[in-house]
């Protein structure tokens, strides 16, 4: 039988379990400390157990650790993208992202994805698995321990559909906010989707104040088809419908992710028919210049048109920031660093 997997226990299930060997309650707080605190990477490390105790730990746990494969430092912003390589031999990518207002980490949810959308590298070669939350901790921990430096903002917006993966996802956010764990706010917290209706439902039900972004990247289902084909399931007005509910739960305004992609959905009218499809809606527009893919045709719009579109929405009142492209120097993001890599072993 399959070990369970201790780092993706919540402190709750983690106390019962524990209890369940006999041991005193106080070692629950002692042994989750060492996982989701102090970060331990093994059961040797934790040196306040009796030698005993940890010994049964290790008959009875596995033990999630994740081994960097990779890293690469951008000499321009400091940003890192991490390669890591996960007990199965599968590689995931992470990038660590240092703002003035505290550091931010990009995790992945799954290895691979197979939502299929036209622009993105990780969707190309499908899924391969879902991420368990204790994977989708370790990139924050590991990278927490590798920089020295705090992480106060996590973004699911690495490779994977988080919505796709959504038990692994609320036990994620659940250990990650903890306060016996990192503690990291909820309200720093993002999570993006490429729209999956009953999804965005559920999560607003979960009673946490976390923040939705949506990946639109059109202002109708026409051009949405051609970018992404989850489109051909939920229609944006269902979509939209849904982020409205989200808002009205949790009281959180949505992030409108809009990739701007020459010649495709980058014009005047394009600009105009996003800003009638969410005025009135809670939340701002985020552009993000598409990062070019070298397997698909794409090319990123031109710094003024990326203007235009951006002074038309801000006129019709839209809140809208234009996301700064972070380590340039150092490969894409979205799956380019894995994908080289994984083509690279291939070859070798
Ligand atoms: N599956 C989720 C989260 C992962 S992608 C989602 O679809 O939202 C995170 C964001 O990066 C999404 O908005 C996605 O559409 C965008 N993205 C993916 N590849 C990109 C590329 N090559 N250039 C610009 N944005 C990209």
Not at 44 to 57: G, I, K, T
Not at 93 to 115: A, F, L, P, T
């Amino acid at each position: 039988m399959e070990k369970c997997d201790i780092k993706s226990l919540t402190f709750d299930e983690l106390s019962s379990e524990i209890e369940k060997q006999g041991e005193k309650a106080f070692r629950s707080s002692q042994v989750y400390q060492w996982l989701h605190q102090k970060l331990a990477d093994s059961f040797d490390e934790m040196s306040n157990l009796p030698l005993s105790f940890r010994e049964l730990l290790k008959q009875e746990y596995s033990f999630t650790s994740l081994k960097k494969a990779d890293v690469r430092i951008s000499r321009i912003d400091g940003t890192r993208k991490y390669l890591f390589a996960l007990e199965d031999g599968n590689i995931i990518e992470s990038v660590w992202m240092k703002y003035k207002h505290g550091n931010s980490v990009c995790i992945s949810s799954q290895v691979g994805c197979r939502m299929g959308c036209r622009f993105c590298a990780s969707t190309l070669d499908g899924l391969e698995r879902n991420l368990t939350a204790s994977e989708m901790l370790e990139q924050i921990y590991q990278i927490q321990k590798d920089t020295g430096e705090r992480v106060s903002n996590v973004v699911v917006m690495g490779s994977g559909e988080p919505l796709d993966n959504y038990d692994n996802l609320i036990r994620f956010i659940r250990l990650i906010t903890h306060e016996k764990g990192l503690h990291i706010s909820q309200r720093n917290i993002t999570v993006s989707t490429c729209g999956i209706v009953p999804g965005i439902y559920r999560l607003a039900e979960e009673g946490l104040t976390i923040t939705l972004a949506l990946s639109l990247h059109a202002p109708n289902d026409q051009v949405r088809k051609t970018l992404m084909p989850v489109a051909n399931h939920y229609k944006l007005e269902d979509v939209l419908k849904a982020c409205q509910a989200y808002f009205e739960k949790t009281g959180r305004r949505v992030t409108f992710e809009y990739s701007l992609v020459k010649g495709v959905n980058d014009n005047l009218d394009e600009a105009k028919a996003l800003a009638r499809l969410i005025k009135g809606h809670h939340g701002h527009v985020n552009l993000i210049p598409v990062n070019p893919i070298k397997e698909r045709e794409y090319v990123q719009s031109d710094k003024k048109a990326i203007e235009i579109f951006r002074s038309y929405l801000e006129r019709q009142g839209i809140a809208v920031t234009v996301r700064r492209e972070m380590g340039r120097d150092i490969n894409g993001a979205c799956g380019q660093l894995r994908k080289s890599f994984m083509d690279e072993r291939e070859l070798s």
